[in-house]
């Protein structure tokens, strides 16, 4: 029996400012990563590009009870 690795609950947020297709003002923006090397790999390529990245911050996956109703409810 195989015993699979514990997930992590951590994720990290890239914030940068984007002009929306059909908008005249960019606004917050924000990419998910789930290890922060990929997001560190992603800022750097869009500090290069020049765009205007704002931070990055690590977050925490909650537990809901709301959350687990709803996606319990369609598996039984």
Do not use: W
Not at 8 to 23: A, C, F, I, P, R
Not at 49 to 54: A, H, I, L, P, S
């Amino acid at each position: 029996m195989a015993i699979r690795p514990k997930l992590s609950n951590k994720y990290y947020v890239v914030s940068y400012m984007h002009t929306l297709y059909g908008h005249d003002q960019p606004s917050l923006q924000h990419a998910v990563y789930f290890q922060l090397q990929s997001a560190q790999e992603a800022m750097m390529k869009m500090i290069r590009r020049g765009q205007d990245v704002v931070g990055m911050e690590e977050r925490k996956l909650e537990v809901s009870p709301q959350i687990l109703t709803i996606h319990r409810k369609g598996t039984l």
